[in-house]
């Protein structure tokens, strides 16, 4: 059975939207150039949390209502693959991401220049590659600029 071209296009999208909901996402250099950016601190950990209350949930329901009790070690390699393994994927990609991004633009060189979330804390606005909140007139070095 063949599928046209939009079908498969639906699909692609309906996948996207899915890994978005339980925040599989990684992110990618193009989240340099996004504001907001997908990938925060802030959406890594609500990732943890998400899947998390999931994992609690199923392994609670197993457990206590279908009388698998031998079966609550599974949810450690579940909680591990699905859960913390993910997470560890997603901050490393964020913070090589965020290192890029602070020696490419004016503003990763700032003292105002939140990392955490890749944020402009004086205009609290997020930065990418192409846009400077502040268009360099409350720029300030960063302290550690100058550490050698």
Known sequence: MLHSRGESAKLLKMLEKLKDIFMFREGSEIDN?????TVTTGSIIWGILLRSAIIISITTF?????????????SVFVFWFVVLYPAYKQHYKFHDRIKKLQTNTLCGKCKFFVAESQL????????????????GESWEASPDLFEI
Do not use: N
């Not at 150039?33 to 950016?37: D, E, N, V």
């Open 33 to 37: 150039t996004l504001t907001p950016p």
């Open 62 to 74: 197993v457990v206590m209502f279908l009388g698998k009790r031998e079966l609550w070690w599974f």
């Open 120 to 135: 402009c804390s004086v205009l609290d606005e997020h930065i990418g590659l192409d846009t400077i909140p502040c268009e």
